[in-house]
Each structure stands twice: as C-alpha cells, then as structure tokens.
C-alpha cells in the first residue's frame, strides 16, 4: 500500500521532486574523487577507517541528491604504506578521473601523492596530517589538511599538563616521522612558557629501529627527582614497547602522548596499562563531550560492527562534509574554485570541529581536542580542551 495515497498534495508533490532529484543526480556524471591511501601495510591501519567515514558521508550525500546535481563517487589506488608509491597511486586515481584526491593523513605518507595532484592542479587533502609543512608551505597552493595541527597537540597535551600540577617534564621522541617530532617540539616550548626553561628536566630520542630503550630509561631513571610527567612522542608499533618498557621498569609516571596513540587496538600489548594520557581529535568510545560524535561513532558501530580504530575517522567524513559546502558555495568542482571556497572557511562545522583555512594556512590549529586517558587498561574522555596559545603562531 503506498503511503503516497494518504498524503497531502504538498507533500506528495515535494517527496517525488526528491526523487527525481535523486535520480537526476544519479544520472549525472559523477564527482570522482580519488583516494590514494594505504589500502596494505602499516599505514593501513590508520587509512582504511576514514575512508570507511568517507564512504559514510558519500552514501548520505548521493541519498540527498547529490552535489551540485551530481553524485559523489570515490576510486582507491594503494600506497601500499610505502613512500615512493604515493606518486604511482595519485597518477593512477587521477587517470581514473578524478577531480580531486584524498591522500594518506601524513606528510611524510602522504606527501609524494599530494604533490603528483598539485603538479596536475589538482586539490590534494590528507584527512589527518598534522605536520603544518602539509599545505602550501611543504606541498603546494592546491594541498589542504582537515587534521588539527601537531603544534596544536603538543600545546594541547603541554597545558593539559600544567592543569593537573605537573611542574617537571621529561620528553622521549621516536624520530621516524615529522608529526612525533612537531608534538615534541610545541609541548617542549608550551611547557616551558607555563613552567621556566628549568621545568623540562630532560630529552632524548628513539627510531623505530630500537627494539630497546633501556639507555633511555637509565638515563630517566638517573633523575632526582624524577619528573612529574614524560612526555612519549611516538606511533605505533615502536610506541606501545616503549610503554612497556617503561612501565616494566618502575616508572610510573604520568605519560602523555599525541594522536599517533589513539585507539585500543594495541593496548593488550601493554596488560593493564594506567596514568597514560593522550590527546585526540574525539573519543571513539562513545563518551565524547559532544553529542553528534557519539552519534556517528554509533552509527560506525552499527555498520562495521566496531567502534573506528581511532578519532582520525571523523576527519574522513569531514572531508566529504566540506567538498559539499565548498563545490555548493563555488558552484563548481574546479580546483581553483574549490580552493577559494576553503580558504574562505571560518570555524566551519564540520564534524571533526570548527575549521578554518585561508590562504597561508591550510590545516587547523585553534581548534579544541578532547584528552583522552587510560586507566586499568580502559580509555574514557577526560575534556576538551581548547589551546590558549600556541608557541610561534
């Protein structure tokens, strides 16, 4: 029986212009945008769930009608978690026709890619590069980052610090990544603004080639007195052995960490883990201090049957969220037209968070994250927190 029968005109008549919008749309050739990312390797683990965001917010779009008319339709080629196969798998996405293209959330992964679409004019966005070089200033005019930046997060994490009473700090930075090395870099000078130059008591850094870091340790464990918190600058794999390691040795200090430690993929790695802090983009254990990320968090759940690996998920759908509002703004999918739309955006809201561009800066660095902690081997959310000042910016 067809619920049309009992309808009023009006409403009759706007449910079928919606469908034919949406098979007006459906028509059209499509809005291709191609994702060149790790679909294998280790990467992988931090691609594959904000595409997964991607494919959420382009089922939604295309079910509304599209934009400007036309379906949204994403092409994958894989990085293959290796540098130099970025620029194979972004020359491949482009020759499938895409008009613009995701790309690994990491300068360094993500770069070769980024720079193949720029050279071709074409729009490049890591969903989650946090290094500031990913933009114009490292990649090139058409390269955009909806990450919040790692300046940011060592800010965040450095007065995060100074709010629990923690005067000393100790910073340990695994080398292998550009984004390890600006969370260090920001906490170490954030820290010292809130605290004296004296209250970073020491440094040291580690490659994800050390299988040990008992020197380290040795030297942390030298210390008299021991400092209030370390700071642990690190990705996995080469982060949860450190924790264990640190931990296996009696320091029980509090140990703060960037995003690159989201997730609770690899916390049995680490039994019973506790006094471990981290800053994110959002909780995806459904206790985010914001309603619509628990609903979409939700909404994950239900469709792939867990809870995303990490927060750099809602960058994904983010993505989608603001090729819409840009191409609707500009009336057009051409890059020149796109950019000019981002560099116009003022605390847009988008799910990840209020995001702003212009034409200098094309990542995100006011803009707040949520702290999140482990304790007895269970994350909660502990706030949000919004920097106050971040140092050099």
């Known amino acids: 029986m067809s619920l049309l029968r009992f309808a009023s005109p009006l409403l009759s008549a706007g449910i079928l212009a919606l469908s034919a919008s949406m098979a007006l749309a459906q028509d059209k050739k499509p809005i291709v945008i191609g994702a060149a990312i790790a679909r294998t390797g280790f990467i992988a683990a931090y691609d594959a769930d904000p595409a997964r965001a991607a494919e959420m917010a382009v089922k939604e779009i295309n079910a509304a009608g599209g934009v400007l008319g036309r379906p949204l339709k994403i092409v994958y080629a894989d990085t293959k978690s290796e540098i130099p196969q970025g620029a194979i798998a972004a020359t491949e996405v482009l020759d499938q026709g895409a008009d613009l293209i995701i790309v690994t959330g990491d300068f360094d992964f993500g770069g070769t890619a980024a720079r193949t679409a720029n050279a071709q004019g074409k729009i490049a966005i890591a969903p989650f590069a946090a290094d500031p070089k990913f933009g114009v200033e490292g990649i090139g005019p058409f390269a955009f980052s909806f990450s919040t930046a ?4 060592g800010t965040v994490l450095a007065e995060f610090a100074a709010s629990k009473g923690w005067k000393t700090a100790y910073a340990l930075t695994q080398t292998n990544i550009q984004y390890d090395l600006s969370v260090s870099r920001a906490f170490q000078a954030r820290f010292k603004e809130l605290n004296g130059n004296a209250a970073l008591v020491g440094t040291d850094t580690f490659s994800m080639d050390d299988a040990t870091i008992a020197t380290h340790i040795t030297r942390i464990k030298a210390l008299n007195p021991q400092p209030d918190v370390l700071l642990l600058s690190t990705f996995t794999p080469a982060g949860p052995g450190a924790l264990r390691q640190l931990r296996a040795a009696g320091l ?12 609770d993929y690899w916390l049995k790695s680490v039994p019973n883990l506790s006094n471990f802090y981290f800053a994110a983009m959002g909780s995806i254990f459904g206790d985010d201090p914001r309603p619509d990320v628990n609903k979409f968090i939700a909404d994950f759940k239900a469709l792939h049957g867990n809870h995303p690996s ?4 809602l960058t994904g759908y983010s993505v989608v ?3 819409k509002i840009a191409a609707e703004r500009a009336g057009s999918i051409n890059s020149d037209a796109i950019k000019a ?10 799910l990840v ?6 034409a200098k800066t094309h990542i995100n660095f006011m803009r707040p994250m949520v702290v999140m902690q482990v304790q007895d081997g269970k994350h909660s959310a502990v706030s949000l927190h919004t920097p106050q000042k971040i140092p050099g910016r």
Request: no cysteine; glycine share 8%.
């Open 353 to 358: 968070g209020p995001t702003s561009f212009d």
């Open 310 to 313: 990490t927060a750099h998920t």
């Open 150 to 153: 790692s300046d940011t997060v």
């Open 341 to 350: 739309a981002f560099e116009k955006f003022k605390d847009e809201k988008l």
């Open 321 to 323: 969220q603001a090729i």
């Open 252 to 263: 029980q200090m509090p140990i703060l960490s960037g995003e690159d430690m989201d997730g």
